[in-house]
């Protein structure tokens, strides 16, 4: 397990070395980030997990996540 860096140089580092064996976890709530959203399509490229934890209106990174869990309860895992 390990948190991405903030610095961008150094998550480009750790994303580009994720493979299908792999998840990733982000939290975006309100004022979302668009690196987030960039985060997942990268993680989903590679194969990988995205597990997104997120307020009632649902993050961008939320779109096509292997899981959702809202601020407001429930989780929608993914079906394939």
């Given at each position: 397990m390990c948190i991405l860096p903030d610095r961008t140089v150094e998550r480009t580092a750790h994303l580009v070395q994720l493979s299908r064996r792999d998840a990733v976890i982000l939290f975006d709530h309100r004022r979302y980030k668009d690196d987030k959203a960039a985060i997942a399509q990268i993680v989903r490229d590679?194969?990988?997990?995205?597990?997104?934890?997120?307020?009632?209106?649902?993050?961008?990174?939320?779109?096509?996540?292997?899981?959702?869990?809202s601020a407001s309860g429930g989780v929608w895992p993914r079906r394939s």
């Open positions: 590679a194969g990988g997990k995205v597990v997104v934890f997120t307020d009632a209106w649902l993050s961008p990174a939320g779109c096509r996540p292997s899981g959702v869990r």
